[in-house]
């Protein structure tokens, strides 16, 4: 599986983005998918991931109520809504995709990262 991640760029503070990441390959279909971001200096942390069917999601604590993630498993892509948006949600955000189905919450258990694309909130 190939990841390409768009969708990022300015905003200010309370304003809203949403981050696509088109997958390549076969499996994606049958892939649990999550979002990660690495913020400068901090170590990669985790955001949202989806089941392969999109029916079991799972949030950190910093972004439930504001952030939505989704799948289109028709267009092989995954989507993330980024509402209300803060300057502590600046970062490089990641897409990543793991060969079970389930979301995961842990980087090491994702087997395919795409490239990353920034964020920048304003204050």
């Known amino acids: 599986v190939q990841l390409q991640a768009s969708g990022g760029g300015l905003v200010q503070a309370g304003g809203s983005l949403r981050l696509s990441c088109a997958a390549s390959?076969?499996?994606?279909?049958?892939?649990?998918m999550g979002w990660f971001r690495q913020a400068p200096g901090k170590e990669r942390e985790f955001v949202a991931a989806?089941?392969?069917?999109?029916?079991?999601?799972v949030y950190a604590d910093s972004v439930k109520g504001r952030f939505t993630i989704s799948r289109d498993n028709a267009k092989n892509t995954v989507y993330l809504q980024m509402n209300s948006l803060k300057p502590e949600d600046t970062a490089v955000y990641y897409c990543?995709?793991?060969?079970?189905?389930?979301?995961?919450?842990?980087?090491?258990?994702?087997?395919?990262w795409g490239q990353g694309t920034l964020v920048t909130v304003s204050s």
């Open positions: 390959g076969r499996t994606f279909s049958s892939s649990g």
């Open positions: 989806i089941s392969w069917t999109g029916g079991s999601t």
């Open positions: 990543a995709a793991r060969r079970l189905g389930s979301p995961s919450t842990v980087p090491s258990t994702y087997e395919y």
